[in-house]
């Protein structure tokens, strides 16, 4: 069946209208209809061809919301109407190790949301900038937030579950000091998630102007990493740092921040290696 879609034909040109071909439902797929797509920095990479690899048309998007329309005869979970998200996943071998035990993510013939070999016309997915997609059951989310958040959720979908994860993972919550570095996308997400975790959240960021609105999303201290006097306040404190930022930075600094037992972790996808 064919769609509305946004989409590139080549690396340096603008997204644009285009039809695109989404598969009959199977007896396991779920047809969504799509509300919002959230816009993530690796969309923009792949779909510049800033990444090797990407295939033409490319139609991005990863962090998909919105209302079932139609579900297959063997669904068991959904059905139309229902409210249900779609991550950077629409497909897995379903039979691994991994798969088995609930992390499709470790599989090694995950399909990614957009730009991946598929047996769907043209060969590889396309993803949510896009009226309508078709994802078989296991890679739906139910989304219980109301209908008017739903703009809100699609990034939750990427960024928040990328700085998500590594806070329970390091037991983050109430007595534990816990550092975001940057506040961009990545950014925002964390020092929301670590707040309401409980957490005493610690901003870092190289813009002054960020302070203020670092501290609006729940830090209760904000860090200008410029200032070395104000990095030299936190030696040896931090139980997590959760670095998010992408460019070319020295990881040494906040390092130093570390308890003896703390971590530092990176996440997101850096544009060049880190030093």
């Known amino acids: 069946m064919f769609v509305n879609a ?60 919105g209302r079932v329309s139609a579900v297959g005869a063997h669904v068991m979970n959904f059905k139309a109407g229902d409210l249900v998200g779609v991550g950077c996943i629409v497909d897995s071998c379903q039979h691994c190790e991994e798969c088995d035990s609930g992390h499709e993510n470790y599989c090694d013939d995950m399909i990614g949301t957009y730009n991946s070999p598929t047996t769907d016309d043209p060969g590889w997915t396309l993803g949510g900038y896009s009226q309508q997609i078709v994802v078989h059951e296991r890679y739906v989310l139910r989304i219980r937030h109301p209908e008017q958040q739903l703009a809100a959720v699609a990034p939750l979908l990427c960024a928040g579950i990328t700085t998500y994860s590594p806070l329970p993972h390091w037991n983050t919550g109430p007595g534990k000091k816990v550092g975001i570095v940057g506040i961009g996308g990545l950014g925002h997400m964390g020092v929301k998630i670590a707040h309401a975790m409980g957490a005493y959240v610690v901003a870092f960021t190289t813009s002054e102007s960020k302070r203020e609105a670092a501290k609006a999303l729940g830090a209760d201290e904000v860090i200008v990493s410029r200032h070395a006097e104000e990095m030299a306040a936190h030696i040896k404190s931090f139980d997590l740092i959760v670095d998010t930022v992408a460019a070319p930075h020295s990881l040494d600094d906040y390092l130093a921040l570390i308890k003896r037992d703390g971590t530092l972790t990176l996440v997101g996808a850096p544009a060049t290696p880190h030093p």
């Open 6 to 65: 946004y989409g590139a034909h080549a690396g340096d040109k603008p997204l644009e209208p285009m039809q695109i071909n989404r598969r009959i439902p199977g007896p396991h797929d779920v047809v969504i209809e799509i509300a919002y797509c959230g816009i993530c920095h690796s969309d923009l990479h792949q779909v510049r061809a800033e990444w090797a690899g990407t295939h033409f048309p490319c139609v991005p998007g990863h962090e998909i919301v």
